[in-house]
């Protein structure tokens, strides 16, 4: 028998973040078992709401007045979406990382901002996660909730990527695509052109080390050869063009990006938190590449880039995330999963 399953989320645009991408590969995994329904904020929130730190509990009730009033088995919320729902419904709540954290390591707001943002976030996400099922994205996600919120995480499911298609290519046949040059040093960033995200860092760094910067994204980087917001297609194209890809973000649970690159045997320059904190620990020699999101750092990291010896880095790295990372590997573990928690 066929069971309803309703997502709640905080869109459906999958180019929008980590967690719409998320929940995009979690529906095609379970939409065979099962009929899913995307639930998301429709309301906008009072702004009194918002400037006592309420916004996100304001949110969590919005998106789950629905999953509320319908004929669901199962929910499955994320992140600050989740407080609101129904005890009687059997619920998974996803940690993509934590709230507090990620907005205190967001320099780019000023003190007062991260303060509220990490309060507010926190809190809803401590009410969407008590007494349900939980899952954390990476292994170190999950030390951190049960660290900042004392909930004991049930399972770490990591996300899931194509590995058919994010895959090594031919460099030169990559370069034509995207018009780049035949022996230029190319360094890739991916993703928003936002300080969390490191862009501004990336491109000074890549400048001091003697490489070009290619910027894939939604928002151009100026002084960057901007290749503008991709197709997964194009992407993968893209990550093979590079000699590396640089990606000084300041906070990720799992990225897509590190998974991505590393499935596409690119050397990967990035910082140790969460997934690449664990990549560090289960792929020996690593962590050379696992460095702070300062310009110095950074631009010794691309120093080393075409050093023979990070070959067998890039093959484990890669090798790590097509026998863990596979969309068939994250279908697989969230089909028993949600078996689990609608058998009670």
Not at 102 to 121: C, D, F, Q, T, Y
Request: hydrophobic share 40%.
């Amino acid at each position: 028998m066929r069971r309803r399953l309703a997502i709640i989320a905080a869109g459906t645009d999958t180019r929008m973040g980590g967690v719409e991408r998320f929940s995009s590969n979690l529906e095609e995994a379970l939409e065979g078992d099962h009929d899913i329904e995307r639930l998301s904020p429709s309301r906008i929130v009072p702004r009194g709401a918002a400037r006592f730190g309420l916004k996100d509990a304001c949110q969590s009730r919005d998106a789950t007045r629905e999953f509320g009033e319908g004929t669901f088995d199962l929910g499955i919320s994320n992140g600050t979406l989740g407080w609101g729902s129904p005890k009687t419904i059997p619920r998974i709540h996803v940690f993509h990382g934590t709230s507090p954290t990620s907005a205190w390591r967001n320099k780019a707001l000023p003190r007062r901002e991260r303060i509220r943002s990490g309060v507010s976030g926190g809190v809803a996400e401590w009410l969407g996660g008590r007494t349900v099922t939980t899952v954390a994205v990476s292994r170190s996600a999950a030390e951190e909730v049960h660290r900042l919120y004392r909930i004991k995480v049930d399972a770490v499911i990591e996300n899931g990527i194509d590995t058919r298609l994010f895959a090594p290519r031919d460099q030169a046949e990559a370069r034509r695509r995207l018009g780049l040059r035949e022996g230029q040093k190319v360094a890739l960033f991916v993703g928003r052109a936002e300080p969390r995200k490191g862009s501004g860092v990336a491109l000074e760094a890549a400048r001091a080390a003697g490489f070009t910067l290619a910027v894939a994204g939604a928002r151009p980087v100026e002084g960057a050869t901007n290749l503008g917001l991709l197709s997964p297609d194009e992407l993968s194209w893209a990550y093979s063009a590079a000699d590396c890809v640089l990606f000084p973000t300041s906070y990720e649970a799992c990225s897509f990006v590190i998974l991505e690159a590393l499935a596409c045997g690119v050397p990967l320059i990035t910082t140790p938190t969460a997934w690449a904190r664990d990549l560090g620990a289960r792929v020996g020699g690593y962590s050379e590449l696992l460095v702070p999101p300062r310009v110095k750092e950074i631009t010794a990291a691309l120093q080393t880039v075409r050093d023979s010896r990070l070959d067998s880095l890039v093959t484990a790295g890669r090798e790590l995330v097509e026998a863990s990372n596979s969309l068939d590997s994250f279908g697989s573990a969230w089909r028993e999963l949600a078996t689990r928690a609608i058998r009670g």
